[in-house]
């Protein structure tokens, strides 16, 4: 099939009556806001070792730690704004297509481009997280400006509350994401190349409950030759615009 009767294909399974669907989303949706991804040429591992968000590692060097965090992620990331596949994935979900959005991005586009119901499965820079008496905080500047940043309440280290290696997924998202995935339709799986564990696991699991997965990627994935229905090959911006035109034209 070529990509306009993908594309077609994918818009009527959406629209299909009563069918309930979810986006499953990740690094790649965001590389169009200027968010580069973490795996692969030009990603963040090729420039930085990973080790400054390793659990032990915080712990034993917190500044040092925090220096990389800053620069990495709050300055370089700051000014990024969500880009047409995340308003994409925010209508879909407001016209009734997504009951939820599971994301294994931490920067919070999808809920700045409208996104009502969306999962974190590894967290979000948008909060901190007080490692002493786990009360949770807005990311601000102020508080993230102290070479340690510490807690406005007592004082403790803060951690931004996005997961770090050997670190667990929070157990609400976890149990959210799976929830989801067993009880849809149809995921529509964008922008992820479908190896990081066990967040890797939620579109499968939906594919064991019987849902068709839509895959919107640049290059085949983990998923393309195992689980996807649909392959629809692409920048995510232009696949999620086309798509969306295409299921409003459906009505
Ligand atoms: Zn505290």
């Known amino acids: ?6 594309i077609a294909s994918a818009a009527a399974l959406i629209r299909a009556k009563g069918a309930r669907g979810m986006a499953f989303t990740g690094a790649g949706i965001s590389v169009e806001s200027g968010i580069p991804p973490f795996r692969g040429p ?5 420039k930085y070792d990973p080790e400054f ?3 032990n590692y915080f712990y034993a060097h917190p500044e040092r730690s925090w220096a990389q965090i800053r620069e990495v992620f709050y300055d370089n990331w700051g000014g ?4 047409g596949a995340h308003k994409a994935v925010a209508q879909l979900e407001q016209e ?14 999808h809920q700045r481009a409208g996104s009502k119901h969306v999962l974190e499965f590894h967290g979000t820079l948008d909060k901190l997280l007080c490692t002493e008496c786990g009360r949770r905080f807005g990311t601000t500047r102020k508080l993230i400006e102290p070479e340690r940043p510490s807690c406005p309440e007592c004082g403790g280290l803060l951690k931004p ?19 989801a995935a067993s009880g849809c339709d149809y995921v529509i799986v964008i922008g992820t190349t479908g190896e990081v564990m066990p967040a890797c696991e939620v579109p499968r699991e939906a594919k064991r409950h019987g849902a068709k997965i839509i895959e ?7 998923y393309t030759n195992s689980v996807t229905d649909i392959f629809l090959r692409g920048r995510a911006v232009e696949v999620m615009e086309t798509l969306l035109r295409k299921v409003q034209a459906c009505d």
């Open 80 to 83: 990024a704004v969500p880009n």
């Open 161 to 179: 509350d996005f997961v770090f290696f050997s670190e667990g997924i929070p157990d609400d998202a976890f149990e959210g994401s799976f929830a």
């Open 96 to 109: 009734g297509c997504f009951h939820t959005v599971v994301t294994q991005n931490i920067d919070c586009l």
């Open 53 to 55: 968000i390793e659990l």
């Open 42 to 46: 030009g990603g963040l591992w090729h």
């Open 216 to 222: 919107v990627n640049l290059q085949e994935s983990a």
């Open 1 to 6: 099939m070529d990509f306009s009767e993908n």
